[in-house]
T-cell receptor
Framework: GNSVTQMEGPVTLSEEAFLTINCTYT??????LFWYVQYPGEGLQLLLK?????DKGSNKGFEATYRKETTSFHLEKGSVQVSDSAVYFC??????????????FGSGTQLTVLP | DAGITQSPRHKVTETGTPVTLRCHQT?????MYWYRQDPGHGLRLIHY???????DKGEVSDGYSVSRSKTEDFLLTLESATSSQTSVYFC????????????????FGPGTRLTVL
């Protein structure tokens, strides 16, 4: 079956530090890959996505590249801010055309950015 | 933000009582999902729906049932709540992609925190 393995947290960084959160996956086919972010007390929001190999998703200064050869989708940001403090989830989805695409999530990584 | 509401937002109940959680969407999306979020597990799929009256089981469906009688509403029922069902429950929706493929992105509701004593 499908699975997603995320870097263990929590991660604590100083403002303006470089961020990497590792994510690797196991899938039987050609999944789409996602990073979701959850701010305290809220639901999940889509941060970025990539639907095929070598695609780079980007949003709000965050980036992740779909690497099929290493089955990875690591999240990076060059300079984090206090407002980036949240829980980050890596996820994948597979499904045939027209069918519901189930999301498989990693366990989440808590990020705290200190001023 | 996608128009997804969940009710109630918080609920405390006792073991053995029935509980129904409601998800309501105003986006007319085809697919709806129920997840539970627990520490160390991320989100796990309970049930999903691919149309009115069309539902299927997810990874952790035991002890839960669902119904979808209208496009906009997806109900999750715990027939007899247990303490192991204490969790935060999220509803999500998705629609067909531009090339008719299954919904690629899912949009999440604000969650329901359920405590079973």
């Amino acid at each position: 079956g499908n699975s997603v393995t995320q870097m263990e947290g929590p991660v604590t960084l100083s403002e303006e530090a470089f961020l990497t959160i590792n994510c690797t996956y196991t899938a039987t086919g050609y999944p789409s890959l996602f990073w979701y972010v959850q701010y305290p007390g809220e639901g999940l929001q889509l941060l970025l996505k990539a639907t095929k190999a070598d695609d780079k998703g980007s949003n709000k200064g965050f980036e992740a590249t779909y690497r099929k050869e290493t089955t990875s989708f690591h999240l990076e940001k060059g300079s984090v801010q206090v407002s980036d403090s949240a829980v980050y989830f890596c996820a994948l989805s597979e499904g045939s055309s027209g069918s519901a695409r189930q999301l498989t999530f990693g366990s989440g990584t808590q990020l705290t950015v200190l001023p | 933000d996608a128009g997804i509401t969940q009710s109630p937002r918080h609920k405390v109940t006792e073991t053995g009582t029935p509980v129904t959680l409601r998800c309501h969407q105003t986006e007319n999306h085809r697919y709806m999902y129920w997840y539970r979020q627990d520490p160390g597990h991320g989100l796990r799929l309970i049930h999903y729906s691919y149309g009115v009256k069309d539902t299927d089981k997810g990874e952790v469906s035991d002890g839960y049932s669902v119904s979808r009688s209208k496009t906009e509403d997806f109900l999750l029922t715990l027939e007899s709540a247990t303490s192991s069902q204490t969790s935060v429950y999220f509803c999500a929706i998705s629609d067909l992609g531009p090339r008719g493929q299954g919904g690629v992105e899912q949009f999440f509701g604000p969650g329901t925190r359920l405590t079973v004593l």
